[in-house]
């Protein structure tokens, strides 16, 4: 179209400007102006490619950059699980040493102001001390002298009478295993006692004689070790005893040491009539460090035995007794009580030959039983001789000693009248404490994990929508 037949030619056909646009239309067109014209289009049509490219190279960075994030967080979180398992595999030494502060943190804030632990405060910190020792292999030298005269209503004697006696004593767990008069390692012991958890086997190997029970007594055998600082009697521990009395209070604390007390007092407890006053030293993982046996004669009190035990660090943060010196006086009542020359037990731990805290073999609590041994069968209320058994009761009862059978079905021999109150005579050790705040570590790894898994699964998502 020219532009003079141009009805919207807003130019006037005698201008100046219509003259130059005819002299530059009236030129002719460069060879390459084509080319250009082309070019130029592709240089105009090239940044949206571009834009798409760049975008697509930004979103392959950002989930590169995502994933090396996602891969970090995880070797994060591994390494967190990786250092906690280190933690908890470690040996318990450490933990009771951190243990150990806490406690005497604790126990700063008591002696150093006006607070003061509750009862159960306190035994649940003994119980923690008591636990520190889960294993060991000792050997216990105890030395007695007594001016009582025991044939002769405990009248007091001119010279006492001496004895010494030494024994080896293993603890794991529930099991333990008690040989007298051990003086060197691998001596014959004449009496060993065995303790499974369920049945009591004590052999005398001079009478060929063995004992089943179906609880735990050491009475006239033996100073238990672990009577020192926990148990009471049997598998009867002293805070499962304490706690049965409602009158237990704090009494009161003496340098280091916090005093429980209960008052002696007739009732269906554990060695009732007796009361009993406690020192826990909180410096020493609040191990008992004096214990007195109480009694009420005539309207006043009086001390039957006291106990006081010395306390040594075997590794960080775990405590155990070292020597024992016990103070018994006349079990009989008199005006003069008590009397100025008791009975006097010393027990010492021979601490070269003695080991805690160690892996047991369950051969240590394995006892082998000759043909011809006297079994008591205190469980079914039997008695045979071992190898040689008759009747039902007593061939059961020699799978039970061989280890062969649990003793629970050997109670089903026993008539009702017969059969021992278990309730009673065996109280289980107390349950060990939860950890909480390894709980709640684990509980925050799992957590850390869970996260780590979901930001991963959300960033393959977001790629394969791209």
Not at 124 to 150: N, P, R
Request: charged residues 25%.
């Amino acid at each position: 179209m020219s532009l003079e037949n141009s009805s919207h030619d807003p130019v006037d056909p005698q201008s100046p400007l219509k003259a130059a646009v005819e002299a530059v239309l009236a030129e002719p067109f460069p060879e390459d102006v084509v080319e250009r014209v082309k070019l130029r289009a592709k240089q105009l049509a090239a940044p949206s490619n571009a834009t798409v490219t760049r975008r697509r190279d930004y979103n392959v960075r950002g989930w590169r950059i995502s994933r090396v994030r996602v891969w970090a967080s995880g070797i994060v979180v591994v390494a967190t699980v990786l250092l906690t398992a280190t933690v908890l595999l470690l040996d318990r030494a450490a933990y009771q040493s951190f243990a150990d502060v806490v406690n005497r943190a604790k126990a700063d804030v008591f002696l150093g102001g006006d607070i003061s632990p509750s009862v159960e405060e306190l035994l649940k910190y003994w119980d923690q001390g008591c636990q520190a020792i889960h294993s060991y292999d000792v050997f216990v030298d105890m030395h007695q002298e007594t001016y009582l005269d025991v044939g002769n209503g405990y009248k007091l004697r001119e010279k006492p009478l001496k004895s010494h006696s030494a024994s080896h004593q293993i603890l794991s767990g529930e099991k333990r295993r008690i040989e007298t008069d051990i003086e060197v390692p691998r001596q014959t012991a004449p009496s060993v006692v065995i303790w499974d958890g369920k049945l009591s086997k004590t052999y005398n190997s001079q009478a060929k004689q063995l004992r089943l029970e179906p609880t735990l007594n050491y009475m006239g055998v033996y100073i238990d070790y672990e009577g020192l600082y926990r148990n009471l009697t049997g598998t009867m521990s002293f805070m499962d005893a304490l706690r049965q009395r409602p009158e237990l209070i704090v009494e009161g604390k003496e340098k280091s040491s916090f005093i429980l007390y209960t008052p002696p007092i007739l009732g269906n407890y554990e060695f009732s009539p007796f009361g009993f006053r406690v020192w826990l030293d909180s410096d020493k993982n609040f191990m008992p460090v004096r214990i007195q046996r109480l009694l009420d004669i005539s309207g006043e009190e009086i001390i039957s035995s006291q106990n006081d035990t010395t306390v040594k660090q075997i590794e960080p943060g775990v405590w155990a007794p070292v020597e024992s010196i016990n103070l018994a006086f006349p079990p009989v009542p008199r005006r003069e009580l008590p009397v100025v020359k008791p009975q006097r037990t010393v027990e010492t731990v021979d601490l070269n030959r003695s080991r805690f805290n160690i892996d047991v073999s369950d051969s240590a609590f394995a006892l082998e039983i000759p043909s011809g041994t006297k079994v008591y069968d205190k469980i079914s209320n039997t008695h045979y001789v071992f190898g040689s058994a008759v009747g039902e009761a007593a061939q059961y009862s020699q799978l039970v000693v061989e280890g062969k059978e649990d003793v629970d079905k050997l109670r089903s021999f026993a008539s009702e009248d017969m059969r021992p109150d278990l309730s009673t005579s065996r109280n289980p050790p107390a349950p060990r404490k939860t950890n909480r705040t390894l709980t709640w570590l684990v509980a925050l790894n799992v957590g850390a994990v869970l996260i780590a898994a979901a930001i991963l699964f959300v960033r393959r998502t977001s790629t394969k929508n791209i």
